[in-house]
Each structure stands twice: as structure tokens, then as C-alpha cells.
């Protein structure tokens, strides 16, 4: 499989999940696992074949969405420290290129925020750190498809998936409310 097809497999998963967020729960866990297989290999084993870093992030997302399934109560908590641990990690990819203990250490400060915005408010964490998780992938996947793209391309387009997506999921005050005018 060639850097393409991974980036275009990033891309999409990353708009699937800064759209469903909290709404399909199992779906967004399972989608930040496959973003955490795939980025991982590529910090950990930056020379692996795309194929391979496919077959991980399938794996550990699959992995993921089982465990959601079985409705772990912690399972919110640690996919907000992942992805944003996540963004973390792209962001010290960026600044530090080349050294692994700043990437890892950039992952570790992220995924503290994240597990600490989801501890705050479950609700609207949720739909934060999804929709950033989103940004992440879509970021990440633009990087494999141009690598030679300037740099604040895939930055911005990372940045307009997390404001759409969070927008899109943003709670409701009032879920009976259609926003429609009452009628006297």
C-alpha cells in the first residue's frame, strides 16, 4: 500500500470522527485506535511499509471499538488523553523533527490535557477532543499524501476539521429543542 492510500485512510477516518464523536462512541474509540497504531509505527518505526502501519492501526482500532462496546466507564477518559496526546505528538513532530524523547514527551503533556478536559465535563470534552482527534488524523494524512506540502497546509486543514467537527457535535441545552418558534 503506497504513503497515498495511508493518507487518504487517515483523512477520512479523521472527518468520520470529528463528526460522530460522542454519537457513536464505539466508533470514535475505534478510529482513535487505528490513529494510534498508525502514528505510533510511524514514530517508533519510521522505515515500516504503509501496509504494516495499516495492519497495527487496524488491529489496536479494532481493539478499541471492542472495548467500547463492552461500555468501560474509563473509556472516555483514555480516548481524550490519546488523542490529544495525539496532537501532542504531531506538534512535537513538527518542532522537534528527528528526536523521539520530545515526541514522546509532547505525547505524555497531551494526553494529561486530554484526560483532564474529559475529567472536566464528559459532555462537551467528548466532542472537543474527538473533533481535535479528527484535526490530528486529517493533519497527519495530508503529511503522507505531500509530504513537500508547506507546512501550514495540513496545520490550517487539521484546524477547520476541529472547528467543524466540534460545532457539528456541540451539545444541546435542550435536546427537545428543534430551534423552531412556538406559536401562540
Do not use: C
Not at 17 to 39: C, M, P, S, Y
Not at 116 to 138: E, F, P, Q
Amino acid at each position: 500500500m503506497s504513503a497515498a492510500v495511508g493518507g487518504w485512510i487517515l483523512i477520512a477516518l479523521g472527518i468520520v470522527l470529528a463528526f460522530t464523536g460522542k454519537r457513536l462512541i464505539w466508533l470514535a474509540v475505534g478510529v482513535t485506535g487505528f490513529g494510534l497504531g498508525w502514528l505510533f509505527t510511524v514514530l517508533l518505526l519510521p522505515n515500516i511499509d504503509s501496509l504494516a502501519r495499516f495492519l497495527v492501526g487496524a488491529v489496536v482500532g479494532v481493539a478499541g471499538a471492542l472495548i467500547a462496546l463492552r461500555g468501560l466507564p474509563i473509556i472516555g477518559l483514555a480516548m481524550g488523553a490519546v488523542l490529544v496526546g495525539l496532537f501532542g505528538l504531531t506538534l512535537a513532530n513538527e518542532w522537534f523533527d528527528g528526536n523521539t524523547f520530545l515526541r514522546l514527551l509532547g505525547f505524555a503533556i497531551g494526553a494529561a490535557v486530554g484526560y483532564g478536559i474529559v475529567k472536566a465535563s464528559i459532555d462537551w470534552g467528548i466532542s472537543l477532543v474527538t473533533a481535535l482527534g479528527g484535526g490530528v488524523l486529517v493533519w497527519n494524512g495530508l503529511l503522507e499524501i505531500m509530504p513537500d506540502l508547506a507546512a501550514w497546509v495540513p496545520a490550517t486543514a487539521g484546524i477547520v476539521t476541529l472547528i467543524a467537527g466540534f460545532l457539528a457535535q456541540r451539545p444541546n441545552k435542550n435536546p427537545n429543542d428543534s430551534g423552531e418558534v412556538a406559536h401562540v
